[in-house]
C-alpha cells in the first residue's frame, strides 16, 4: 500500500478523538472501526474515503493507513497513547495540533460521518457486542461470526474454567461441528478447510477423552483453535481486500504459506501427544479383521460407495 | 519385472474400510485372488489423504445438515427430495461434491427431514453426533490399519517425500500433465518405495479407472519399478 494522505487522516482521527463523550480514550481496534464505519456513508469518491482503504483481518477490517496515521500522530503529539497490560494501545487527545487541512467538501462530510458513526458506536460496551452488531454484519462469510463470537469464547471458557460451569466437552463438540459446516466453500479456502477440518478431528478425539476432573493439555487445544482461525484470517485477507493493498498480497501469501506449516506442526505433535496420553486407536481385545471395517448401516458406507472410484476430488 | 507387493491407493484402503455387499466385493476379490498373497504397503500420504476424504465428506454432510436447518423453507408436504434438491442447489449443482452427500441424506432421511421443521438446536446437535459417529469409524479404521492393528498387515512407508519435483524431475513434469496432483504424488511415493528399498517393483493397486488404471500404459512407462493393477479385474 502506498503511503497513507497523513495529514489528512491525522486530521481526522483528531476529530474522532474530540467526538467522543466523556474523557475519550479510545482503542486501537474501536479506532479501525470507527474509521471503517466512516468510510462506509462516505460516497465512493470522496477523498477521504479513496484515503481509507480496509481489508478484512482477525477483528474486522484493518486499515494500514488508520494504523500508521496513529504511529505518525502519537509520534507528532496529536494524540496521546499509552500501552495497555495486554499490548494494546488506548490513545487520547494530545497537546499538539493536528495539522492543517483544507477543510473542503469532502473533508467537512469525512467530520460529519465520524460525527454520526460515534454518536451511535457503543465504545464502552463489551468489545465483541460492538464488533458483532456493527462490524461483523458486514463479514463476507457467516463462519466468520460463528467461529469468532460462538466457538472461541466457548473454547476459551472451556480451558479457563476448573469444572464444567458453563461449557460441557458435548458442546464444545457442537460448536466445532457446527463451525466446520459453516466453513466457507470457495476453492480459496481448500487448503484451509483441510487444516480447520484435521483439528475438528483431533478436537472431538481430545473431547471424548477429557473428563471434568481432568483436562490435560487443554492450553493447546485452545491455542490451536486461535491458531486455526489466525490462519483463516491470512487466507481471508488475501481474498477480501480494497485494490490498495494488491502491493501486499505477495507479502501476505508468503505468511500465510509459513503459518500453515507452523499450524501443520502443532497438529501432528497435538495428534502425538493425544497418542501418548490417551491410547487412541487401540482394538478392544479379541476383535478381528472386520474390528476395521464399518459395516453398510454406518452411514460411512453409504458415502464410501460414491467414493470407491477417484476419491481425491475436491 | 517383478513386483514382490502391492502398494494400496486411497480408494482401495478406503473400500477396505467398508464391510458390506456393494464395496465387499471387490475389495474381497482383490485380496483372495492377489493381496493377501503378497505383502502389501501404502505410504503415509495415502493415510494421510484417506484421512481426509474422510474429513471432506462429513464437512460436506455438516454443511447440508446446517443448511437444512437454517435455510430450508419449510412447506406442509416436504420429502425427503426437496431436501435433496434443496442441498444439491447449495452445492451448486456440482455432482462430484453433493452426489456423496445425498446418500446420505438418503441413509438419515428422517433426521434430515426433522430439521426442516424445527428451531431447536438440541435436534441439530443430536444429527450433528449421528454425523460424528458416522465419520469417527471409518477415521478410526485408517488410524488403527496404520499402527498394524487388524487381521490385514498393511506396512506403512514412511519414506515418501514432501515433493517429487526435484527427485524425479522429469517423471514428475510428465505425469503432472496426465493426473492432479494428488495422484501424481501417490504414483511417485510407490516409486520411490521401490528406489529406497530392496524391492524389485510395486503394483499399484486401485481401483481409479478414469485417471490411473485407463493411463497404465503411460504410467507404467514414465515409472520403472511399478506396474498398474486394476482391482475391478479381480471382480
Not at chain 1, 222 to 234: G, I, Y
Not at chain 2, 112 to 129: K, N, P, Y
Not at chain 2, 149 to 169: M, P, V
Request: glycine letters at 6%; aromatic letters at 10%.
Amino acid at each position: 500500500m502506498q503511503a497513507p494522505d497523513s495529514d489528512l487522516l491525522t486530521h481526522l482521527a483528531d476529530h474522532v478523538l474530540r467526538a467522543l463523550p466523556g474523557d475519550p480514550e479510545l482503542t486501537y481496534i474501536d479506532a479501525q472501526k470507527i474509521l471503517y464505519l466512516t468510510q462506509k456513508r462516505l460516497d465512493s469518491e470522496n477523498r477521504v474515503a479513496a484515503a481509507l482503504p480496509f481489508y478484512w483481518y482477525l477483528h474486522g477490517p484493518m486499515s494500514k493507513a488508520v494504523s500508521y496515521t496513529l504511529r505518525d500522530a502519537k509520534h507528532s503529539g496529536v494524540v496521546d497513547g499509552r500501552t495497555t497490560a495486554t499490548g494494546g494501545q488506548v490513545y487520547t487527545p494530545g497537546s499538539a495540533d493536528p495539522p492543517a487541512v483544507d477543510r473542503d467538501e469532502d473533508v467537512v462530510a469525512a467530520e460529519r460521518a465520524v460525527e454520526a458513526v460515534v454518536a451511535e458506536y457503543d465504545v464502552f460496551g463489551e468489545l465483541d457486542e460492538r464488533l458483532r452488531e456493527e462490524i461483523y454484519v458486514d463479514a463476507p462469510y457467516e463462519f466468520q461470526q460463528y467461529y469468532k463470537f460462538e466457538l472461541l469464547p466457548a473454547v476459551e471458557a472451556f480451558a479457563r474454567e476448573p469444572y464444567y460451569l458453563t461449557h460441557t466437552p458435548e458442546e464444545i463438540q457442537f460448536r466445532l461441528a457446527r463451525a466446520e459446516g459453516k466453513a466457507p466453500t470457495d476453492e480459496a479456502f481448500a487448503e484451509w478447510r483441510r487444516r480447520l477440518s484435521r483439528f475438528v478431528t483431533l478436537a472431538e478425539t481430545y473431547l471424548e477423552t477429557v473428563d471434568e476432573s481432568e483436562k490435560p493439555v487443554v492450553e493447546t487445544f485452545e491455542r490451536l483453535a486461535e491458531d486455526v482461525w489466525e490462519l483463516f484470517a491470512k487466507q481471508l485477507r488475501i481474498e477480501e481486500h480494497d485494490a490498495a493493498y494488491a502491493d501486499d498480497v505477495d507479502d501476505w501469501k508468503l505468511e500465510y504459506d509459513n503459518s500453515q506449516q507452523s499450524l501443520d506442526d502443532s497438529l501432528r505433535r497435538f495428534e502425538a501427544t493425544l497418542e501418548e496420553q490417551f491410547d487412541l486407536y487401540d482394538a478392544p481385545d479379541g476383535r478381528d479383521e472386520q474390528s476395521v471395517r464399518t459395516p453398510e448401516e454406518s452411514g460411512w458406507g453409504t458415502v464410501a460407495d460414491s467414493l470407491l472410484e477417484g476419491p481425491h476430488r475436491d | 519385472m517383478t513386483e514382490t507387493g502391492d502398494f494400496w491407493d486411497t480408494n482401495l484402503l478406503l473400500g477396505y474400510t467398508v464391510d458390506w455387499d456393494r464395496l465387499g466385493p471387490p475389495v474381497d476379490a482383490y485380496l483372495q485372488l492377489r493381496g493377501s498373497h503378497r505383502e502389501t504397503i501404502a505410504s503415509t500420504r495415502v493415510f494421510e489423504e484417506a484421512r481426509r476424504v474422510v474429513e471432506k465428506q462429513r464437512r460436506r454432510a455438516r454443511t447440508a445438515a446446517d443448511r437444512v436447518f437454517e435455510q430450508f423453507d419449510a412447506g406442509r408436504h416436504d420429502t425427503v427430495d426437496d431436501v435433496k434438491d434443496f442441498v444439491c442447489a447449495e452445492f451448486a449443482d456440482d455432482w462430484g461434491k453433493v452426489g456423496p452427500v445425498l446418500d446420505y441424506i438418503d441413509h438419515h432421511d428422517s433426521a434430515f427431514l426433522g430439521l426442516t421443521e424445527t428451531d431447536s438446536e438440541r435436534v441439530l446437535q443430536s444429527t450433528f453426533e449421528e454425523i460424528t459417529d458416522d465419520f469417527a469409524e471409518p477415521d478410526d479404521s485408517v488410524q488403527r490399519l496404520r499402527r498394524g492393528g487388524g487381521a490385514l498387515a498393511l506396512e506403512q512407508f514412511t519414506g515418501g517425500l514432501d515433493s517429487y519435483r526435484s527427485e524425479y524431475a522429469a517423471r514428475y513434469d510428465k505425469l503432472d500433465g496426465l493426473l492432479d496432483d494428488t495422484d501424481r504424488d501417490l504414483l511417485l511415493d510407490s516409486h520411490h518405495a521401490v528406489a529406497v528399498t530392496e524391492r524389485s517393483g510395486l503394483g499399484f493397486a486401485t481401483f481409479d479407472r478414469g485417471d490411473i488404471a485407463d493411463n497404465d500404459e503411460a504410467i507404467e512407462a514414465c515409472l520403472d519399478g511399478v506396474s498398474v493393477v486394476d482391482c475391478w479385474q479381480f471382480s
